[in-house]
């Protein structure tokens, strides 16, 4: 990898963990309780060995690769619930691409958490139980997804607009 696509790298992570914060202060801001949970938080040491081709694919090392990034606690329904935050650039919520294979992880580990994804377009905050979810690589947000605020019910339709304005120009390279 070149000095330049290195670099892009490096900005898709930074603006993956812009959004991921984005989601958190939304869930906090409409009254959830949210705890980091993901293995980039709980491992970061281990982080990068975890991620060498030469580290030992092993049953644990995936679980821990592909646990969600959040944990979100509603003290209304006094209930949790394990939230992985996917950004995605696709040019239309009608073809988001999501590797078959992460989705295949999530069901095998995390088969009872949700996956929220970020577009630059249509509604842009969805969401769906991993569960309901197919392994195909590609999806259409309107089909696939709710809005966030129909898994989130906190979550008013006045945040959204708020904080779509954010993701968006967190999204717009």
């Not at 869930?27 to 949210?34: P, R």
């Not at 019910?153 to 120009?169: G, N, S, W, Y």
Request: overall charge positive.
């Amino acid at each position: 990898m070149g000095e330049n696509g290195l670099n892009q790298y490096y900005d898709s992570l930074l603006d993956g963990a812009k959004i991921k914060e984005l989601l958190k202060v939304l869930l906090e801001k409409s009254g959830y309780t949210i705890y980091p949970y993901g293995y980039e938080t709980t491992f970061s040491d281990v982080r990068k060995k975890l991620n060498l081709k030469t580290a030992k694919n092993s049953r644990t090392a995936r679980r821990i690769r592909s646990s969600p990034d959040l944990l979100v606690y509603d003290d209304e329904k006094n209930d949790v619930s394990l939230v992985e935050v996917k950004m995605r650039r696709a040019p239309a919520e009608t073809n988001i691409l999501i590797y078959a294979k992460l989705i295949s992880a999530y069901k095998e580990f995390w088969n009872d958490s949700i996956l929220i994804i970020v577009v630059p377009c249509g509604h842009v905050f969805y969401a769906q139980s991993v569960n309901k979810l197919m392994a195909k690589g590609a999806y259409n947000a309107i089909r696939d997804f709710q809005k966030l605020e129909e898994v989130f019910c906190k979550v008013t339709k006045e945040d959204i607009c708020h904080f779509r304005k954010q993701a968006l120009q967190i999204m717009e390279k």
